[in-house]
């Protein structure tokens, strides 16, 4: 048997061979990005891979999710790796699809290739030979929290539970046999070092807003009518000036857009529509700043005798990496990148749907550099395909050598004292709970609710 640092670097050699694999896998998802839910390309791409290296998987879980599992020796934890095939809607990414808008913005596109890079590492060193438990190679959909509507309507029609992609796979039990998780993100912040690990980072919910007015002619009788955008103006000035009123500690995010501000110059604005995140540090937090939000809706429709309806999604929860995960990846960082490459960030204001998985179980979620652009922004790229691709594919692989080698001693050390801060059950009933479309008229001041 060979020393634990032996495998490892047995690991990265193999992984080092399949460079021009693991490059071809991450530039043709670059190419070719899908929004979430419907990543059927780049899932097929990820299945043609484990089936190339033998891993047993299962397909089209919450539509387009692919899981593999790599067994061990003997019996033991399940450790999974993470990548996220969905990318964001930017049209105007030098890449994007001319169709759909979409565009790899973010940097999934490189999390699949070190996810399935990890994977080829792994299976090419025989590494299983010397690990217990699994290792789960999991590749997930729709973390970018975008096409709202279409979600909440496929929601309604029964086909979602949940609009994020990690939040449905729990609901359906696909994370009820893994017992740890982890994954990288990737960061194009130049003012940063290579690995960036931050303690914390905000959870969210989201809102979808429509005030509803009377058509009449703009210029003729405007008084005949009630003007939907002005109820908007109003409520958003109002959204503004609780700004003050929010702890600086929370970290709460709000930033509301408006979708639809009317139909015609010449009409008097009947409908619009808003969408919103409310973003916080803790659950707390973010649902005390969600009723201000609601309340500043309200004051806007009563202002202008107009209707608001709100609907409340759950959205993310904040995250929280473990804090023993954070010291091993915090070895293998040193030993892959340079020690003096790593550094500890501060909490995010961000929210990523890892958040939830780190509610229910020991789960880490760094960052790693390679990128150059904007995040989320049309010239965002990966442009050092060795730190973003490989060195990334690298440290998956040596932390679940980490955990799960010999006896997975040091996985089974964690799980010991790891206590959740929610089971499933209580996740589940706590986001479905946050599901809520009250109806407000202005007018009478009363409000209903839809079922």
Known sequence: MNSKEELKKRVCEAIDLRRGKIEEIGDKIMREPELGFKEFKTAKLVSNVMEEFKIP????????????ELKGKDSGPA??????LDS???PDHFLADPETGAAHACGHNAQIASLMGAMMGLVDANASEELAGKVVFFAVPAEEYVEVEYRASLVKEGKLGFLGGKPELVRLGHFDDIDMAMMIHHHSNPNVKKVVLGKSSNGCVVKM?????????????????????????VALAA???????????????????ITHGGDLVNVVPSEVRMESYVRGKTNKAILDANQKVDRALRAGAMAIGAQ?????????????????????????????VGKDEYMTGDHGAGSTDMGDIAHLMPALHPAIGGAVGRNHGSDYQIADKELAYLASAKLLATMAIDLLYGQAEKAREILADYQPKMKKAQYIKYQQKVFRTEIYDGETGKARFKP
């Not at 450790?79 to 996220?84: K, R, T």
């Not at 807003?209 to 103006?233: D, E, K, T, V």
């Not at 959204?239 to 857009?257: C, F, L, M, N, W």
């Not at 709100?310 to 030993?335: R, V």
């Open 239 to 257: 959204i503004h000036a609780q700004r003050e009123t929010y702890k600086d500690a929370d970290t709460i995010r709000v930033h509301p857009i």
């Open 308 to 336: 608001v309806e709100i609907e409340t999604i759950p959205g993310y929860f904040p995250l929280i990496n473990d804090p023993q995960l954070s010291e091993i990846f915090e070895d293998n960082s040193a030993a892959i």
């Open 209 to 233: 807003i429509r005030f509803i007015g009377r058509a009449s002619h703009a210029g003729q009788s405007p008084h005949r009518g009630i003007n939907a955008l002005n109820a908007a103006h």
């Open 88 to 90: 964001l809607l930017v």
């Open 57 to 68: 998987h299962q397909t089209k879980l919450a539509f387009t999710g692919v899981k593999g």
């Open 79 to 84: 450790v999974a790796l993470l990548g996220e």
